[in-house]
């Protein structure tokens, strides 16, 4: 068994050896002149002196040009939309994964409170019957009633706020239809004289 091993492993080792292989000129050869890479025919370089010449352009080209000219104003438009609204975009992706993460890890009694608090806007529905204006304000008040009641802080901060804007928006339309009614009613020349002062 050792000679049988002894003749396999001997010619698999000789097959791992590297041999180098120096090639010699005949003696009796002529040398040979190298050529030069501009000599070679694959690398001629031309006669004659090239010259760019445009050609003229096609109809379609022409057509082509006029249009994406026509449509300039009109990219450039989207292109600072795009721009405008990208951040608010992403910040509205941003909210929603944020609000997805605290979803996924929500306080412990989170869910049902979230339920009654939907609940009371269905509730909201069922009493607006044939008003619309019912409908814009009974939903959203019964479900701000049922959240006040899980989150007193939040209601509280939230009227004074609310109620400091509407005080403001109240106090700029007090202010509009005061500058209206000085305009339109109260000129000069459309005072009225009472009969006694003549």
């Given at each position: 068994?050792?000679?049988?091993?002894?003749?396999?492993?001997?010619?698999?080792?000789?097959?791992?050896?590297?041999?180098?292989?120096?090639?010699?000129?005949?003696?009796?050869?002529?040398?040979?002149?190298?050529?030069?890479?501009?000599?070679?025919?694959?690398?001629?370089?031309?006669?004659?002196?090239?010259?760019?010449?445009?050609?003229?352009?096609?109809?379609?080209?022409?057509?082509?040009?006029?249009?994406?000219?026509?449509?300039?104003?009109?990219?450039?438009?989207?292109?600072?939309?795009?721009?405008?609204?990208?951040?608010?975009?992403?910040?509205?992706?941003?909210?929603?994964?944020?609000?997805?993460?605290?979803?996924?890890?929500a306080p412990p009694g989170f869910f049902p409170r979230l339920g009654v608090i939907g609940f009371a806007?269905?509730?909201?529905?069922?009493?607006?019957?044939?008003?619309?204006?019912?409908?814009?304000?009974?939903?959203p008040g019964f479900m701000g009633l049922a959240a006040s009641i899980y989150y007193p802080q939040q209601?509280?901060?939230?009227?004074?706020?609310?109620?400091?804007?509407?005080?403001?928006?109240?106090?700029?339309?007090?202010?509009?239809?005061?500058?209206?009614?000085?305009?339109?009613?109260?000129?000069?020349?459309?005072?009225?004289?009472?009969?006694?002062?003549?």
């Amino acid at each position: 068994m050792f000679k049988v091993l002894q003749k396999s492993v001997g010619p698999a080792s000789l097959s791992l050896l590297t041999f180098r292989v120096y090639a010699a000129p005949k003696k009796d050869s002529p040398p040979k002149n190298s050529m030069k890479v501009d000599e070679l025919s694959l690398y001629s370089v031309p006669e004659g002196q090239s010259k760019y010449m445009e050609e003229p352009r096609t109809q379609l080209e022409e057509g082509i040009s006029q249009l994406r000219h026509h449509c300039e104003p009109y990219t450039n438009w989207c292109q600072e939309t795009y721009s405008q609204t990208k951040p608010k975009m992403q910040s509205l992706v941003q909210w929603g994964l944020d609000s997805y993460e605290y979803l996924q890890n929500a306080p412990p009694g989170f869910f049902p409170r979230l339920g009654v608090i939907g609940f009371a806007g269905v509730v909201g529905l069922l009493f607006t019957r044939g008003s619309k204006l019912k409908k814009l304000v009974y939903p959203p008040g019964f479900m701000g009633l049922a959240a006040s009641i899980y989150y007193p802080q939040q209601a509280i901060t939230f009227i004074q706020v609310s109620g400091e804007k509407l005080y403001d928006w109240g106090l700029r339309g007090y202010i509009v239809i005061e500058d209206l009614w000085k305009e339109n009613f109260q000129k000069p020349g459309n005072v009225k004289s009472s009969p006694g002062n003549k």
